[in-house]
């Protein structure tokens, strides 16, 4: 079963860090772009960051200067380092990644989501 888990998450104090994990699993032959979301209660889910397979990267205003997204190719895993963080940024945080996999006997494209990872922070 292709499938992306993620760990990381946390209860954190302003200002103070995190880092998050998101490593994709299964019969997979190539990930594409990869990018993290986040969704606080009552608000629509959003774009935090993303990074292409050749590791260009793309980030919310929110987040520019604070957030850094990376990836491990050779690991199928993706980053998310967060420093200085603020009460807004709480919310669960979601990592997404589009692969090409094989599915049963045959290949397929897929856009993978993680199971979300919660990260609150308290001022």
């Known amino acids: 079963q292709v499938q992306l888990v993620e760990s990381g998450g946390g209860l954190v104090q302003a200002g103070g860090s995190l880092r998050l994990s998101c490593a994709a699993s299964g019969s997979i032959l190539s990930i594409n772009a990869m990018g993290w979301y986040r969704q606080a209660p009552g608000k629509q889910r959003e774009l935090v960051a993303t990074?292409?397979?050749?590791?260009?990267?793309n980030y919310a205003d929110s987040v520019k200067g604070r957030f850094t997204i990376s990836r491990d190719n050779a690991k199928n895993t993706e980053y998310l380092q967060m420093n200085s963080l603020k009460p807004e940024d709480t919310a669960v945080y979601y990592c997404?990644?589009?692969?090409?996999?094989?599915?049963?006997?045959?290949?397929?494209?897929?856009?993978?989501w993680g199971q979300g990872t919660q990260v609150t922070v308290s001022s």
């Open positions: 990074i292409s397979s050749g590791g260009r990267t």
């Open positions: 997404n990644a589009a692969v090409v996999a094989y599915s049963g006997s045959y290949v397929r494209s897929m856009e993978l």
